[in-house]
DNA sequence: CTTGCCTCTGACGTCAACGTCAGGTTCTAG
DNA sequence: CTAGAACCTGACGTTGACGTCAGAGGCAAG
């Protein structure tokens, strides 16, 4: 497929998937006239990609970390780096967790009214 | 305390700190001189900043939150606001959660002699 | 009183992940 | 064959959360 295919299909922009390719997370074989031509799995692994960049992870650190996802790279280091990476997400689901909880908490106290909230409601609808 | 203790305690920048009181952020009492002065829950109001931060907020988002979050604002509009940031939050956590899964079906194959992986374990270490 | 650290206000620099525009080529439908 | 959509390569613009530098004033210790 070409390049238009693929970013409506993986839900990216155009611009995006060049960016991708000039960051060498994202290869595509070119035709004659030099368009690029991309397999079916090309969608897979943008959305990959994007799943990576949601988790706070650049885009150099992608590229490192793509290989050893490809199964191309296998070396105590690469599995190290996986690791490190793996664990980073989770803490940041654990802060993100903490996050949620405090402001479960405030919208909690929000709608109870019996806190002191009460006096800003009556002074909204006095 | 002044700034650059608050900074210290809050574990962040001086600039950051500035920055935040641009941004309407954080308030700051000034002595005759002109130097900012903060009071004890300045850290914990910086640190809620960072939670908002990390969590992928704007500062224009955290300035409309902060006001709900002291309670100095409870409208059913700013009830919703917060709702609203909260569920982003949760999504976050889900998205997350599915990355850290994909990453860890990844480790798992490439720990497992029995996979496609040894071929490459092979090359490298015959 | 002066040395040295802290603080102040501008104001320009940075970095990543694209957006956007220019100017030109290529593909496809009719 | 021709119009219009899609594609190409530069290359400059954007945005947010600060970093950093310049020039000047403030404050505690000796």
Do not use: F, W
């Not at 000039?22 to 006239?33: F, G, I, M, P, T």
């Not at 397999?39 to 990959?48: K, S």
């Not at 590229?63 to 199964?71: I, N, W």
């Not at 009214?113 to 006095?126: F, N, R």
């Amino acid at each position: 497929m070409r390049i238009g295919e693929l970013a409506e299909r993986a839900g990216v922009s155009v611009r995006a998937l060049r960016y991708y390719e000039e960051q060498e997370l994202l290869a595509s074989e070119r035709s004659a006239s030099g368009q690029r031509h991309y397999r079916e799995d090309a969608v897979d692994r943008v959305q990959l990609i994007q799943m990576l960049y949601g988790a706070g992870l650049s885009s150099k650190t992608v590229a490192e970390l793509l290989p050893c996802v490809d199964a191309k790279v296998n070396t105590p280091e690469s599995r190290a780096r996986l690791a490190d990476e793996r664990e980073r997400i989770n803490q940041q689901i654990i802060d993100l967790t903490r996050t949620r909880d405090r402001l479960d908490a405030v919208i909690e106290l929000s709608q109870s009214p019996a806190s002191g909230c009460t006096i800003v409601e009556e002074a909204l609808y006095a």
